[in-house]
């Protein structure tokens, strides 16, 4: 008994092309609403006295894929603290080469500082995607079940 294939490879080469760019924008969809709730949880649960607002303003986020950026969040606020951010992501994006990252940074040179001294600027953030990137990614993986 032989088998033979009903479809051409064309047609297979553009159903997997297919499936692989919803899976990439599935991905990419969630990596930016777990960026949009880091950012909502450092900027609103934050412990410090921001006197300037620059480095509330420092917060922002990157999404990259095998290095290069594929979303972004635009920084709010003071333009100290947003050029600030933008490098601090900038740097920060070149140590990524492989795979998705998602970034989210307080670029102001004193950040750590803050932190160490016992305040919350990016902790309860961090602790936030810890939680639900694992969440995320079952999701995700068992929407790819379902395209079959």
Do not use: W
């Not at 998602?102 to 016992?118: C, D, K, P, S, T």
């Amino acid at each position: 008994m032989k088998i033979r294939a009903t479809f051409t490879m064309n047609e297979f080469r553009d159903e997997v092309e297919r499936r692989l760019q919803a899976i990439h924008q599935q991905m990419v969809r969630r990596l930016s609403f777990l960026g949009e709730q880091c950012l909502t949880e450092a900027r609103s649960n934050h412990t410090y006295t921001d006197q300037t607002g620059n480095l509330t303003s420092s917060m922002g986020y990157v999404i990259l894929l095998d290095g290069h950026r594929i979303s972004y969040s635009g920084f709010s606020g003071g333009q100290e603290g947003a050029n600030a951010g933008e490098q601090v992501l900038s740097k920060v994006s070149s140590k990524y080469g492989k795979g998705y990252a998602l970034i989210v940074v307080a670029g102001m040179n004193y950040a750590a500082h803050v932190e160490a001294r016992g305040y919350n600027v990016l902790t309860s953030a961090e602790m936030l995607a810890e939680r639900e990137l694992p969440k995320m990614l079952r999701a995700l993986q068992r929407n790819i079940k379902k395209m079959d």
